[in-house]
């Protein structure tokens, strides 16, 4: 098995829960067991380790707390903001382990999610890991935007491309996450998920069907009397709405290009520009100090140029 994986695709299509996947059944089987599935075995005492996502063996890099007050928030279970980054600290922490031999079995797995949120100085020093891999360790990058890593850490790595579930296969997922759901939630969870039953349920967790009704009524209408976007910063500005605005700011890139797709003639140009500038603003957002209102107005503005020339729309 090839020591470094690149699992690709858009948010929300499993790359993680495949990730983990792998790694349970990577950690809690004998290497020469073969099987057409991942079949973990999870009885045992390293098993309910995986299972705790607490094995020695196993070692998950992401965005950490950004300070000690958002660190107590996440251990009392408490929304929290992350860093920006992964900073080199953390790959070298990881680094320091792989020095000695994997503590429960014979293989180590390290999960990176995503690497596309590492540091400069974290990407170099991952790739000396990658050039020269430990013995029996399997690295899994997980990676939305693959155009933006290292050519030399993709040039390391298999790729392994997760595509977005069809209509069916979205009921399905969705539906065993949530048995309770209508026919009319699900419809709704479909357009806004567009295959990836991961922002979909994050969507319905947060209580977002409101949001994105106006999302898409800004990108059809254009939104000239503005009373749209004041809509969306009233209810994003709050201070108990922090999750929804983080999850409204990172989504309405993945919006703006599916509403991208939609265009032709006139309307494409004006609806790509438009998506590039929403793209380098959700990355300017966390280093700039926009006022939520702000913040949501910018975008507000953003998705109605996705909106057609009156002309096209007539």
């Known amino acids: 098995m090839h020591h470094a994986w690149l699992l690709t695709g858009a948010k929300g299509v499993g790359k993680a829960s495949f990730a983990w996947a792998a790694a349970q059944h990577i950690l809690s089987r004998e290497p020469a067991f073969c099987t057409d599935t991942f079949t973990p075995d999870l009885h045992g005492a390293g098993g309910q380790l995986l299972a705790a996502h607490n094995h020695p063996d196993c070692h998950y890099l992401t965005r950490e707390p950004k300070d000690d007050k958002e660190r107590r928030n996440k251990e009392n279970g408490k929304p929290y903001e992350r860093r920006r980054n992964i900073p080199i600290d953390q790959v070298r922490a990881m680094q320091q382990k792989l020095t000695t031999r994997p503590s429960l079995g014979a293989r180590r797995v390290i999960i990176i999610d995503s690497a596309d949120n590492l540091e400069r100085g974290a990407a170099n020093a991952l790739l000396k890991s990658l050039e020269e891999p430990p013995q029996n360790t399997i690295f899994f990058l997980i990676s939305h935007n693959p155009g933006k890593l290292l050519p030399t850490i993709r040039s390391r790595c298999m790729t392994l491309a997760f595509h977005g579930l069809d209509d069916e296969s979205m009921r399905r997922a969705l539906l065993t996450q949530d048995e309770s759901l209508t026919a009319q939630q699900l419809e709704s969870l479909l357009q806004i998920g567009h295959g990836s039953p991961g922002y979909a349920?994050?969507?319905?967790?947060?209580?977002?069907?409101?949001?994105?009704?106006?999302?898409?009524?800004?990108?059809?209408?254009?939104?000239?009397?503005?009373?749209?976007?004041?809509?969306?910063?009233?209810?994003?500005?709050?201070?108990?709405?922090?999750?929804?605005?983080?999850?409204?700011?990172?989504?309405?890139?993945?919006?703006?290009?599916r509403i991208s797709r939609e265009r032709q003639g006139r309307s494409l140009p004006q609806a790509i520009a438009a998506w590039e500038?929403?793209?380098?603003l959700a990355e300017k957002a966390p280093t700039y100090n926009f006022t939520p209102e702000a913040l949501v107005y910018q975008i507000g503005g953003l998705l109605a140029r996705l909106a057609p020339p009156r002309e096209a729309a007539a």
């Open 201 to 257: 349920l994050k969507f319905l967790e947060l209580g977002m069907e409101e949001i994105h009704t106006l999302m898409r009524k800004i990108a059809e209408t254009g939104d000239r009397d503005q009373k749209l976007r004041l809509q969306l910063a009233k209810l994003l500005s709050v201070k108990a709405a922090k999750e929804k605005l983080q999850a409204f700011t990172e989504y309405a890139t993945v919006f703006a290009a």
């Open 277 to 280: 500038e929403l793209v380098s």
